[in-house]
């Protein structure tokens, strides 16, 4: 089945320090791959997707680039402000399933 | 704002008793689904209507039932309650049925629930 690995968090850094968070997944097929955040007592935001191998997915200044090869979907933001403190998701879906999330990381960000 | 509109925010509840979640779609939408998630599970998948009709089960509880009714709001019924039922329910939904792999799915801010 479906299966989505995070690193476990929380991270903490620093502002403007880089951030990366693993995500490893094993699925059949080719699925697309999703980096969901959840602000403090909000619901679960798309953040970025790639849909093939070698996509890179990005916003708000977060990528992720889809490696087959590895497995990997990791995100990553050169230069991290407060206002990203949240709890991040990576997740898959392939052809005909659900949306299958990691356990999500915490992020927190001191000034 | 996703759109996704869940009541209530919170409930409190005992052991055995019975609740009913409620959750209204974007506008448009046809799809709703249900996730549940828990310090020890993470995020579940439970269940998905598209227009009225059961489209894909997750790992829902055969005490936990649900519906979508024909003006597509949708409710998250969960009997016979255990502490273990204590969780965040978030309702998603989204405009298609849920077959496309990049459909996206706009989250509600869920609903807290906790059997004491």
């Known amino acids: 089945g479906n299966s989505v690995t995070q690193m476990e968090g929380p991270v903490t850094l620093s502002e403007e320090a880089f951030l990366t968070i693993n995500c490893t997944y094993t699925?059949?097929?080719?699925?697309?791959l999703f980096w969901y955040v959840q602000y403090p007592g909000e619901g679960l935001q798309l953040l970025l997707k790639?849909?093939?191998?070698?996509d890179k997915g990005s916003n708000k200044g977060f990528e992720a680039t889809y490696r087959k090869e590895t497995t990997s979907f990791h995100l990553e933001k050169g230069s991290v402000q407060v206002s990203d403190s949240a709890v991040y998701f990576c997740?898959?879906?392939?052809?005909?399933?659900?949306?299958?999330f990691g356990g999500g990381t915490r992020l927190m960000v001191k000034p | 704002d996703s759109g996704v509109t869940q009541t209530p925010k919170h409930l409190i509840t005992a052991t055995g008793q019975r609740v009913t979640l409620r959750c209204s779609p974007r506008?448009?939408?046809?799809?709703v689904y249900w996730y549940q998630q828990s310090l020890d599970q993470g995020l579940q998948f439970l269940i998905q209507?598209?227009?009225?009709?059961?489209?894909a089960k997750g790992n829902i509880l055969e005490r936990f039932s649900a519906q979508q009714f024909p003006d597509l709001h949708s409710e998250l019924n969960l009997s016979s309650l255990e502490l273990g039922d204590s969780a965040l329910y978030f309702c998603?939904?989204?405009?298609?049925?849920?077959?496309?792999?990049?459909?996206?799915?706009?989250f509600g801010s869920g609903t807290q629930l906790s059997v004491l």
């Open positions: 998603a939904s989204s405009g298609g049925g849920g077959s496309a792999t990049n459909e996206k799915l706009f």
């Open positions: 699925a059949t097929g080719y699925p697309s």
């Open positions: 790639a849909t093939k191998a070698d």
């Open positions: 997740a898959l879906r392939n052809a005909g399933n659900m949306l299958t």
């Open positions: 506008s448009g939408d046809l799809s």
């Open positions: 209507y598209y227009n009225g009709e059961e489209r």
